[in-house]
């Protein structure tokens, strides 16, 4: 099972950017899906999650312009980020608890994409 990434870029300030992370693999549930960002000499931070049953959540700095969605029939998370600034340059990585068929035994991962780089800069 894997969690593949895009829609990172350049983008300049103010502007907007739809993030896409596809789970990929014999998976027959998935939980929580989320985003998470690492900017130039910090730490990972949570930027948002959503639960399977839509529930969201956001870091305070992203509330109001970074929106997350899901579509479960696609195994899909999206994040829409809106009026970008350039403190959220960084590499956007998402992360999702999948639930898989291991050669016929139920397994579960805690998942990492490969991440994304999105530059704000002008």
């Known amino acids: 099972v894997q969690l593949q990434a895009s829609g990172g870029g350049l983008v300049q300030p103010g502007g907007s950017r739809r993030l896409s992370c596809v789970a990929s693999?014999?998976?027959?549930?998935?939980?929580?899906m989320g985003w998470y960002r690492q900017g130039p000499g910090k730490q990972r931070e949570l930027v948002a999650t959503?639960?399977?049953?839509?529930?969201?959540n956001y870091a305070d700095s992203v509330k109001g312009r970074f929106t997350i969605s899901r579509d479960n029939a696609k195994n899909t998370v999206y994040l829409q980020m809106s009026n970008l600034q350039p403190e959220d340059t960084a590499v956007y990585y998402c992360?999702?608890?999948?639930?898989?068929?291991?050669?016929?035994?139920?397994?579960?991962?805690?998942?990492w994409g490969q991440g994304t780089q999105v530059t704000v800069s002008s």
């Open positions: 992360n999702a608890d999948l639930y898989y068929n291991d050669y016929g035994n139920p397994a579960v991962e805690n998942a």
């Open positions: 693999g014999k998976i027959y549930r998935i939980n929580d």
């Open positions: 959503i639960t399977s049953g839509g529930s969201m």
